[in-house]
């Protein structure tokens, strides 16, 4: 049977929880043991795919096509396992399973309530995936902060999971803040004090307490949290804010969690083999150079909409011993002040993927000055169909060409809605998702790049290249050096004549780690090291 952890958080969201839960798994997994972990949401959306990005950030997908939270990012780049559509759970789940029992007649004409119906429903889905992946443990992150509304079925659960199971095969972690304050930045230990006394009076006593902080902890701090708190000394780790966050784990080895949790658990303790991530630590901390890359998107000043992508590029940086300096260009000031004025003195351009009509006129200025002037360029999704337009408008002299998302009445749509999209009304979960298989053109760039024939890559669009314009963009020099396995749909394009110049329709930065960079972000960062 698997052993449960539970991480909650406190004081304030965006803590760490997700870093945290991400490198406990690290830390397990290198000691052989088998970790599975689940992010819950506690917000009434089935899923993150109809969210805005100012709200929630990145929407990360998974192999099996989910629009999960961005955490499953963490998870998968940290413990190097893909995560599936059970590794994300949300209140909009839960409660749509419970209606539909009920409306089955599946609890015999009983009054369905929170308790026990909800937190039933819960807990069946967190035993799912301990079950599924058959993990030795399964880490649980609540989103948000005790004390929140949405929070409580969760939080309830995770209380009776102790019964469910006995007490020695569940442990608590809270995350918490340990602000500086005044004028002479005093360390205050008191709204964790305030957090952990919010968690006891719903009946949870946390094992263990990771404790963010700009500031070392002393001694006496680390003994009056532990006094307060009724945590053993020993279990107040501090989690400081640091220059990579892949070394958070390092920090945590050294604070002996792993040690602490697996004594707690019962599990077998084995000598952790950490070698390969100092190594990158190492890799990440010491760059032999420095490399600009400019990202043009529309949500700049937000940089968790691009999360995944901002860390493919490090660690396509790792890989080729560079540090990655990102240069943050918005789209509409581009528009504004053109692209000469924006993007002066980088080595690459990236336009990531996006929806909607505002900044695309910008992005399309950056990848000309990208193709004319010999920059790598690294179009995904959205960067496909862009350059897609660009190159059609000035290249193959279509002025008007556009995407029919941005332009219903244009009268050269390279950009069109995929043919099974055209009947769907519906927008959560509907769109081209998941892993979908690619076929390279051998002997194109990349083809070369990936070093295989056929590929999988998770995709996250409704729009596609009109095969329409595909004869007359490859006759101007465009080349289609990936497809569909039927050739039915345009995958991955690319110029050859330039530097570097490739555009995806799928995410490739979903599949990238630290330790083992995505084969076209590892080339991209390259090609750019290379203009210096």
């Given at each position: 049977m698997s052993k449960f952890i539970f991480v909650t958080g406190g004081v304030v969201s965006s803590i760490g929880k997700g870093i945290t839960t991400a490198s406990l798994g690290r830390l397990l997994k290198n000691r052989r043991l088998k970790p599975a972990l689940i992010k819950i949401d506690p917000y009434l959306n089935v899923d993150a795919g109809t969210m805005n990005p100012y709200q929630h950030g990145e929407v990360f997908v998974t192999e099996d096509g989910a629009e999960t939270d961005l955490d499953l990012g963490h998870?998968?780049?940290?413990?190097?396992?893909?995560?599936?559509?059970?590794?994300?759970?949300?209140?909009?789940?839960?409660?749509?399973?419970?209606?539909?029992?009920?409306?089955?007649?599946?609890?015999?004409?009983?009054?369905v309530q929170v308790i026990p119906h909800v937190t039933d429903e819960i807990k069946r889905l967190i035993r799912l995936v301990a079950d599924e992946t058959d993990a030795d443990v399964t880490i649980v992150e609540i989103g948000g902060t005790v004390g929140d509304i949405e929070g409580q079925p969760f939080l309830e659960a995770a209380r009776q999971f102790a019964r469910d199971v006995g007490k020695g095969n569940v442990l608590y972690i809270h995350?918490?803040?340990?602000?500086?304050?005044?004028?002479?930045?005093?360390?205050?230990?008191?709204?964790?004090?305030?957090?952990?006394?919010?968690?006891?009076?719903?009946?949870?006593?946390?094992?263990?307490?990771?404790?963010?902080?700009?500031?070392?902890?002393?001694?006496?701090?680390?003994?009056?949290?532990?006094?307060?708190?009724?945590?053993?000394?020993?279990?107040?780790?501090?989690?400081?804010?640091?220059?990579?966050?892949?070394?958070?784990?390092?920090?945590?080895?050294?604070?002996?969690l792993a040690d602490l949790v697996v004594q707690r658990l019962g599990l077998p303790n084995e000598i952790p083999d950490l070698s390969e991530w100092v190594a990158l630590v190492n890799r990440a901390k010491n760059p032999r150079r420095t490399v600009r890359i400019a990202i043009v998107g529309k949500y700049v000043e937000l940089?968790?909409?691009?999360?995944?992508?901002?860390?493919?590029?490090?660690?396509?940086?790792?890989?080729?011993?560079?540090?990655?300096?990102?240069?943050?260009?918005?789209?509409?000031?581009?528009?504004?002040?053109?692209?000469?004025?924006?993007?002066?003195?980088?080595?690459?351009?990236?336009?990531?993927?996006?929806?909607?009509?505002?900044?695309?006129?910008?992005?399309?200025?950056?990848?000309?000055?990208?193709?004319?002037?010999?920059?790598?360029?690294?179009?995904?999704?959205?960067?496909?169909?862009?350059?897609?337009?660009?190159?059609?408008?000035?290249?193959?002299?279509?002025?008007?060409?556009?995407?029919?998302?941005?332009?219903?009445?244009?009268?050269?749509?390279?950009?069109?809605?995929?043919?099974?999209?055209?009947?769907?009304?519906?927008?959560?979960?509907?769109?081209?998702?998941?892993?979908?298989?690619?076929?390279?053109?051998?002997?194109?760039?990349?083809?070369?790049?990936?070093?295989?024939?056929?590929?999988?890559?998770?995709?996250?669009?409704?729009?596609?290249?009109?095969?329409?314009?595909?004869?007359?963009?490859?006759?101007?020099?465009?080349?289609?050096?990936?497809t569909t396995p039927d050739g039915g749909l345009v995958e991955i394009i690319e110029l050859p004549e330039h530097p570097f110049f490739v555009g995806t329709q799928f995410h490739p930065e979903f599949k990238s780690r630290p330790n083992r960079a995505h084969p076209l972000f590892r080339e991209f960062v390259r090609a750019a090291i290379n203009q210096r």
């Open positions: 998870y998968e780049r940290f413990v190097d396992e893909n995560m599936t559509r059970h590794n994300n759970i949300t209140t909009g789940q839960v409660y749509d399973n419970v209606i539909r029992k009920e409306r089955e007649g599946r609890y015999l004409g009983a009054t995350v918490t803040l340990i602000p500086l304050v005044g004028p002479r930045q005093e360390i205050k230990t008191k709204p964790t004090q305030h957090s952990v006394r919010e968690l006891r009076s719903i009946g949870i006593q946390p094992d263990l307490l990771v404790c963010r902080t700009k500031a070392p902890l002393t001694d006496e701090h680390r003994r009056k949290i532990s006094l307060f708190c009724d945590v053993p000394l020993e279990g107040v780790i501090e989690a400081p804010d640091t220059e990579q966050i892949y070394e958070i784990p390092l920090t945590f080895e050294r604070q002996a940089r968790d909409a691009y999360i995944s992508v901002v860390e493919a590029l490090k660690h396509g940086g790792f890989e080729n011993e560079a540090e990655v300096e990102l240069l943050w260009v918005d789209a509409e000031r581009v528009e504004e002040e053109g692209p000469e004025a924006c993007l002066a003195g980088v080595q690459g351009i990236l336009v990531p993927g996006g929806f909607g009509h505002r900044g695309i006129e910008g992005k399309i200025q950056a990848i000309r000055y990208a193709r004319e002037r010999g920059i790598p360029y690294l179009g995904l999704c959205l960067g496909l169909q862009t350059a897609v337009i660009e190159f059609a408008r000035h290249v193959c002299g279509l002025k008007e060409a556009n995407s029919l998302e941005f332009d219903k009445q244009t009268p050269h749509p390279v950009i069109s809605l995929m043919e099974e999209q055209k009947k769907i009304l519906q927008l959560g979960g509907t769109m081209r998702l998941g892993a979908w298989e690619c076929r390279l053109q051998p002997g194109t760039l990349v083809h070369r790049c990936y070093g295989a024939e056929r590929v999988q890559e998770r995709h996250r669009h409704r729009y596609e290249v009109n095969n329409a314009y595909r004869e007359r963009l490859e006759e101007a020099g465009l080349r289609i050096s990936g």
